[in-house]
């Protein structure tokens, strides 16, 4: 294998640090983001690559000949996009399956700025998310009455998440606003009178703020050994639960709703 310089190393341990917080900030496990990195790097020509995970920051170390380059980077937290991660796998895969060359880490670097992020639109998400929480709430035996008052309910409030997500809110604040606006819609079944069973139609409009995702990968985490991260992850997870309480019972309060539940 030819020498790998000082420079090249360099352009190496900034693909691996990519990979790696690509991967966290889209959702994926940190069992994936380590390996993932370290394939990355070796395929690259790296002798050993060390990679270290806290909650919102990732270190990785590249060593080549004796030589070690470590970096540090922090992480931004991004909405879940699977396409990216199966990506970003795919991108490892055909660089551990190609010839070594002075071209391959061009290659692919090009392959990470081409990556495709495309996202759903707004409407399509907030449309079925709010057939989701209908169909919930008529699973769960709520009238037809009920089960419209729940789709819009769960349609303005996912609309409602994504604005504020946008503009960069803090997450907790979206979500306490989020559950409190689905909660509101919800709850005018009991001052209307529509259907029966109005409580099913507040519980179904939040169905949308359940953290599933992030506690699945915390739980992963921490049984994998990553004990920091999944600890980090599941507060991050308990206390997006919290604030969507919190939301859901500010509407409560200022609709005067006591019995709700009984």
């Known amino acids: 294998m030819t020498s790998i310089s000082y420079v090249q190393q360099q352009h190496t341990t900034r693909l691996c640090v990519r990979c790696g917080l690509l991967l966290m900030q889209y959702g994926a496990e940190s069992a994936v983001v380590v390996d993932l ?3 990355l790097g070796l395929a690259l020509g790296m002798n050993s690559v060390e990679c270290s995970l806290n909650f919102n920051a990732l270190t990785l170390t590249t060593i080549c000949s004796e030589r070690c380059i470590t970096t540090t980077r922090d ?8 396409n990216v991660l199966v990506q970003i796998q795919q ?3 055909k660089t551990e399956s190609a010839a070594t060359n002075d071209e391959l880490i061009d290659h692919t670097t090009l392959a990470f700025d081409e990556l495709d992020k495309t996202v759903y639109p707004t409407w399509m998400v907030g449309l079925f998310v709010g057939a989701s929480c209908a169909a919930f709430a008529y699973l769960n035996g709520g009238s037809w009455a009920i089960t419209a008052v729940t789709f819009i309910a769960g349609m ?3 609309f409602t998440r994504i604005y504020l997500a946008k503009h960069h809110f803090n997450p907790f ?6 559950a409190f606006i689905a909660s509101l819609i919800g709850a005018t ?9 109005a409580d099913i139609a507040v519980a179904s409009s939040v169905l949308l703020l359940v953290p599933s995702f992030p506690l699945i990968n915390s739980l992963s985490d921490i049984l994998k050994g990553y004990v920091n991260i999944g600890v980090g992850r599941a507060v991050f997870t308990y206390m997006l639960t919290l604030s969507a309480c ?3 019972v500010m509407a ?3 609709l005067r709703i006591q019995h709700w539940g009984f």
């Open 37 to 39: 990195s370290k394939r």
């Open 75 to 82: 992480t931004i937290n991004q909405s879940i996009h699977v």
């Open 91 to 93: 991108i490892v895969n």
């Open 156 to 158: 303005v409030a996912m």
């Open 173 to 178: 604040i979206t979500v306490i606003v989020t």
């Open 189 to 197: 079944t009991y001052y209307f009178d529509v259907g029966s069973n």
């Open 246 to 248: 919190v939301g859901i």
């Open 252 to 254: 409560l309060v200022l």
